[in-house]
C-alpha cells in the first residue's frame, strides 16, 4: 500500500486538481496572489501527506507532517473564502468545494488521531 491508496490523499488530490481547473478562470492580476497561493496550499496537502507516510515509522514525524497537511488545508479553506468573496466563484461552488476541503480535514484528522492504523510506531 502506498500514499496514493489512502483516501485523505486521493480526495485531496481531487480537490487539488478541481482548484487548479478552477481557478483558470482567476483574474489575470491575481496570477501571482490569490492564484498562485491557493494552487500552492491545495498541492501542498498531498505533497506534506506523501511525506508522511513515508515518515511513518516514527510517529512523531508522521504526526508533525500531517499536522502541515491539516495547515495547509485550512489555508487553502482560507483562500476559498477570499475567492467567494471576491465574486471570482459562485456561493454553490465556494460552498461545495469548502465541503470537500472539511472531508479532507476530518480525514487528516483521523489519521492524527490514529497513527498507528498507518504503519507509525
Given at each position: 500500500?502506498?500514499?496514493?491508496?489512502?483516501?485523505?490523499?486521493?480526495?485531496?488530490?481531487?480537490?487539488?486538481?478541481?482548484?487548479?481547473?478552477?481557478?483558470?478562470?482567476?483574474?489575470?492580476?491575481?496570477?501571482?496572489?490569490?492564484?498562485?497561493?491557493?494552487?500552492?496550499?491545495?498541492?501542498?496537502?498531498?505533497?506534506?501527506?506523501?511525506?508522511?507516510?513515508?515518515k511513518?515509522?516514527?510517529?512523531?514525524?508522521?504526526?508533525?507532517?500531517?499536522?502541515?497537511?491539516?495547515?495547509?488545508?485550512?489555508?487553502?479553506?482560507?483562500?476559498?473564502?477570499?475567492?467567494?468573496?471576491?465574486?471570482?466563484?459562485?456561493?454553490?461552488?465556494?460552498?461545495?468545494?469548502?465541503?470537500?476541503?472539511?472531508?479532507?480535514?476530518?480525514?487528516i484528522?483521523?489519521?492524527?488521531?490514529?497513527?498507528?492504523?498507518?504503519?507509525?510506531?
Amino acid at each position: 500500500m502506498g500514499v496514493e491508496d489512502l483516501l485523505a490523499y486521493q480526495k485531496a488530490f481531487d480537490l487539488a486538481m478541481n482548484i487548479f481547473e478552477t481557478s483558470k478562470a482567476f483574474p489575470k492580476e491575481e496570477q501571482y496572489s490569490l492564484t498562485d497561493q491557493i494552487r500552492r496550499s491545495s498541492r501542498a496537502v498531498c505533497a506534506n501527506m506523501s511525506e508522511a507516510y513515508r515518515k511513518r515509522r516514527c510517529q512523531k514525524h508522521f504526526v508533525s507532517k500531517l499536522t502541515d497537511c491539516d495547515a495547509e488545508n485550512g489555508e487553502t479553506q482560507t483562500w476559498l473564502k477570499f475567492a467567494a468573496a471576491c465574486n471570482y466563484i459562485p456561493k454553490q461552488m465556494y460552498l461545495a468545494t469548502l465541503e470537500k476541503s472539511q472531508e479532507v480535514g476530518k480525514l487528516i484528522n483521523y489519521m492524527i488521531n490514529n497513527p498507528g492504523k498507518f504503519g507509525s510506531n
